[in-house]
């Protein structure tokens, strides 16, 4: 018998292998078999990368990439999450520039969908935008006329009508 078969037999044998206070833990939600093996496989393509669960699919600079256990966007949110670590998304200074890097991102998920095989939902990715366009709007407007402010710097806002900076 290989020596590799017999480790994951023990690792089998052993469902507390991992850490010994798993034990007085409830069951954690699982990956599906078809999220884990693509999981798995983005893992392997990207070894830089650091991929943890957690609530949200999330990046954070520089390396790590959160993603959400139960997701009906699984493969999608993870390459899109990938797209931000691949582009060196590292930092924004404005509202504007925050929706440029997601536009970017969306743009690269849809190259790294064709290089993973999986379909690109271009309504999905829209919808997302969308939610940045409509976030985008709200925090510019002005609080006395209701017009929407140029964003001079990340913190000022400046609005025509009334002639007024505002700090955020
Ligand atoms: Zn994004
Ligand atoms: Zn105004």
């Known amino acids: 018998m290989p020596a590799s078969s017999a480790f994951s037999d023990n690792l089998r044998e052993n469902p507390s292998f991992s850490s010994s206070s798993d034990a007085s833990e409830k069951p954690k939600p699982r990956l599906s078999a078809d999220n884990l093996a693509f999981l798995n496989k983005i893992i392997t393509a990207f070894p830089d990368l650091v991929f943890k669960p957690n609530k949200k699919f999330t990046f954070r600079p520089k390396k790590t990439i959160y993603y959400e256990i139960k997701n009906d966007h699984f493969p999608l949110l993870l390459l899109h999450e990938t797209a931000h670590a691949l582009l060196n998304h590292y930092s924004f200074d404005t509202s504007l520039e925050r929706l440029t890097i997601e536009r970017d991102a969306w743009e690269k998920t849809r190259s790294l969908c064709k290089k993973f095989a999986q ?50």
């Open 119 to 168: 379909p690109f939902d271009e309504d999905f990715a829209e919808a997302n935008l969308n939610t940045y366009r409509d976030w985008l709007h709200q925090k510019t407007l002005c609080k006395v006329c209701g017009l929407t402010c140029l964003e001079v710097s990340s913190t000022t806002l400046f609005c025509p009508f009334c002639q007024k900076t505002y700090h955020r």
